[in-house]
T-cell receptor, first 116, second 113 residues
Framework: DGGITQSPKYLFRKEGQNVTLSCEQN?????MYWYRQDPGQGLRLIYY???????QKGDIAEGYSVSREKKESFPLTVTSAQKNPTAFYLC???????????????FGEGSRLTVL | GNSVTQMEGPVTLSEEAFLTINCTYT??????LFWYVQYPGEGLQLLLK?????DKGSNKGFEATYRKETTSFHLEKGSVQVSDSAVYFC????????????FGKGTRLSVIA
C-alpha cells in the first residue's frame, strides 16, 4: 500500500543528544513537510522540501535540521540546540508543493519524542 | 495573510447528538478548503474537502459547505458516535505563495455514550 512511514513511533532522549526521526513515502510525491504538534497549539511547520536536494525553513526551524537526498526520504534531526523538543512530530507529503491537483497533504502516523 | 479560525474546544456531546464545528477563513484568491481528523495517537487523515464556492464535501456522515459569502466551512454531523471522538482541523490551500496548507488550531471532540 502507498503511504508515509514514520519511525520510530516513540523515542526517548536525554538532554544534549541529537536524534533523527525517519520519514519515508512511496507515493512518488515531490513535496515533503515536517510539522510539530503541541497540546492546544495545532500544527507548526518546521521545514519543507519542494524537490530533491532542496529544503526551506518553516515557522519554527531553529534547533532542527533536515536533508532531502532522495525523493522518498526526508529525515528530521532534532538537535541539542532545540530548547523544548518534547512533542509529537508529523511528516507529510503532497504531489507538488502547493498540494497538487487535489490540494491536500498526506500524513504519516507521527513520532512522539520525549526528552528525559 | 491567509488564516483559519476554528471554534475552541473541547466539545463534549452525547452519542447521537448533532455536531457543528465552526470554521471561518481569510484568504486571497479562491482557496480549496479541507477538514482533517486526528484520532488519538495518530496522524491526520483527510475527512472531506471542497474546491469551489457552494461545493459540499461529505464523508462518513460528516458534511461541510464552502460558503464564500460568509467565508465559512462549518463541519456538521447529524448523529455522532463514540468513535467520532478525535481532534478536527480545518485547513485551506490557495495554491500560491510559499506556504503549504494553512491549518486552524484544531477542535477536540469527545462523544460520551
Amino acid at each position: 500500500d502507498g503511504g508515509i512511514t514514520q519511525s520510530p513511533k516513540y523515542l526517548f532522549r536525554k538532554e544534549g543528544q541529537n536524534v533523527t526521526l525517519s520519514c519515508e513515502q512511496n507515493l512518488n510525491h515531490d513535496a515533503m513537510y515536517w510539522y510539530r504538534q503541541d497540546p492546544g497549539q495545532g500544527l507548526r511547520l518546521i521545514y519543507y522540501s519542494q524537490i530533491v536536494n532542496d529544503f526551506q525553513k518553516g515557522d519554527i526551524a531553529e534547533g532542527y535540521s533536515v536533508s532531502r537526498e532522495k525523493k522518498e526520504s526526508f529525515p528530521l534531526t532534532v538537535t541539542s540546540a532545540q530548547k523544548n523538543p518534547t512533542a509529537f512530530y508529523l511528516c507529510a507529503s503532497s504531489t507538488k508543493f502547493t498540494g497538487g491537483a487535489g490540494g491536500e497533504l498526506f500524513f504519516g502516523e507521527g513520532s512522539r519524542l520525549t526528552v528525559l | 495573510g491567509n488564516s483559519v479560525t476554528q471554534m475552541e474546544g473541547p466539545v463534549t456531546l452525547s452519542e447521537e447528538a448533532f455536531l457543528t464545528i465552526n470554521c471561518t477563513y481569510t484568504a486571497t484568491g479562491y482557496p480549496s478548503l479541507f477538514w482533517y481528523v486526528q484520532y488519538p495517537g495518530e496522524g491526520l487523515q483527510l475527512l472531506l474537502k471542497a474546491t469551489k464556492a457552494d461545493d459540499k464535501g461529505s464523508n462518513k456522515g460528516f458534511e461541510a459547505t464552502y460558503r464564500k459569502e460568509t467565508t465559512s466551512f462549518h463541519l456538521e454531523k447529524g448523529s455522532v458516535q463514540v468513535s467520532d471522538s478525535a481532534v478536527y482541523f480545518c485547513a485551506l490551500n490557495t495554491f500560491s505563495g510559499n506556504t503549504p496548507l494553512v491549518f486552524g488550531k484544531g477542535t477536540r471532540l469527545s462523544v460520551i455514550a
